[in-house]
C-alpha cells in the first residue's frame, strides 16, 4: 500500500507547481486525502484536504486562494495545484489518507502516508 508524490522541485517566486499523489497497491476512492507539508526544524502542518467525494474542500490560511486540491478516482490521484508560490512555501510535501467521512485538518486521523517531495521557491 503505498501513495507516491511528485511533481515538486524548484521554482521561482510568483511561479506554480502541481503536485501529484498517486495511489498503489489498494484504492483510496473512499478516504479523505490531504496534504501536509514540513520545512527544515519546524512541524508538519496542514495544508490542505478533500473529502472521499470531492464535496468538501479545506485550506490552511497561509495557502488560502491560492492552492487548489482536487481529485480524479478513476486515477485514484490527488493533485494539489500550486499558484503564486512563496518563499515560505518551501518545504518537503507529504500527502496522506484517512477514513474519515469528514477531512481532517489535522494530521492524527491519516493513516496512510506518501514519501513527500521537495518543493524550493526561490525569492
Same mark, same amino acid.
Given at each position: /500500500? ?5 511533481? *515538486? @522541485?524548484?521554482v521561482q517566486?510568483?511561479? +506554480? ?6 495511489? !498503489? ?21 496542514? /495544508?490542505?484536504?478533500i473529502s472521499?467525494? *470531492? @464535496? ?5 490560511? +497561509? ?6 486540491? !482536487? ?15 512563496r518563499p ?36
Open positions: /500500500v503505498q501513495l507516491q508524490a511528485s511533481g *515538486g @522541485g524548484l517566486a510568483g511561479g +506554480s507547481l502541481r503536485l501529484s499523489c498517486a495511489a !498503489s497497491g489498494r484504492t483510496f476512492s473512499n478516504y479523505a486525502m490531504g496534504w501536509f507539508r514540513q520545512a527544515p526544524g519546524k512541524e508538519r502542518e496542514f /495544508v490542505s484536504t472521499w467525494n *470531492g @464535496g468538501a474542500t479545506f485550506y490552511a490560511d +497561509s495557502v488560502k486562494g491560492r492552492f487548489t486540491i !482536487s481529485r480524479d478516482s478513476a486515477k485514484d490521484t490527488v493533485y494539489l495545484q500550486m499558484n503564486d508560490l515560505e512555501d518551501t518545504a518537503n510535501y507529504y500527502c496522506a489518507a484517512s477514513p474519515r467521512r469528514v477531512p481532517p485538518i489535522i494530521l492524527d486521523p491519516y493513516e496512510y502516508w506518501g514519501q513527500g517531495t521537495q518543493v524550493t521557491v526561490s525569492s
